[in-house]
């Protein structure tokens, strides 16, 4: 089994302000840096991020965030199925405390570490779910205005997966690599945005989707 990587606060910070500055958005410094603290310290005994460096781990945790948040209607409705460590759902909530946020996460040492997180800045607009996401939506189907996921499922299936979590006029944001963009006759595509994670130069892409009322949806 590979070895955990060992994160450690550099004595000038967390390099938050220089990924902001590279995509044009207010970091919030402060809180953003308070979750990597306490990233940082639980990830020495949970697995929590593949991060290795503190360029990494800004731009795994946070870039994301950064070049979604100011693209989220105000007072939207989000859910992160996959919250993971907190990428992108928990950084949304940081970065946009108006929106009202559910992480959904499985993994029981995950979801303590949310809680942790959630409890220490006092986010009162951020709630869990300890599910899977598909079980989340055999109950709560068309509940969200926005549904992101990062990496918790091939991108076709998640797209399948947010049609059954977003209404009608809702959002889906697909995360992409190198993959092409997948087709879901519940949706359009409304906004493709390219960009590069600012410390380590990885190519990203993020493709916004608008649910219609068409294809199954009930009155659709």
């Not at 800045?121 to 992101?148: I, M, P, Q, T, Y």
């Amino acid at each position: 089994m590979p070895s955990v990587p060992t994160l450690v606060r550099p004595s000038g910070g967390w390099p938050l302000a220089r990924a902001a500055s590279t995509l044009a958005t207010d970091p919030g410094a402060v809180a953003l840096g308070t979750w990597l603290d306490l990233l940082a310290t639980w990830n020495a005994r949970v697995d929590l991020t593949a991060a290795r460096s503190p360029d990494e781990l800004v731009d795994l945790m946070v870039a994301d965030a950064l070049a979604l948040a100011g693209r989220i209607p105000a007072g939207a409705r989000v859910i992160d199925v996959g919250a993971g460590a907190g990428a992108p759902g928990l950084a949304l909530a940081i970065l946009r405390p108006d929106l009202a946020v559910t992480l959904v996460e499985p993994l029981a040492k995950r979801a303590a570490f949310l809680r942790t997180v959630v409890g220490t800045l006092r986010l009162s607009r951020v709630a869990f779910d300890v599910r899977r996401g598909e079980d989340v939506a055999a109950g709560k189907a068309g509940e969200w205005d926005v549904a992101l996921a990062r990496a918790t499922l091939a991108p076709a299936a998640w797209l399948r997966l947010a049609g059954d979590l977003v209404r009608v006029g809702g959002s889906a944001w697909v995360f992409l690599a190198k993959e092409p963009e997948p087709i879901d006759a519940r949706f359009t595509l409304a906004e493709d945005v390219a960009y590069t994670w600012p410390l380590t130069h990885a190519p990203r892409r993020l493709v916004r989707y608008e649910r219609s009322a068409r294809a199954g949806w009930p009155g659709g």
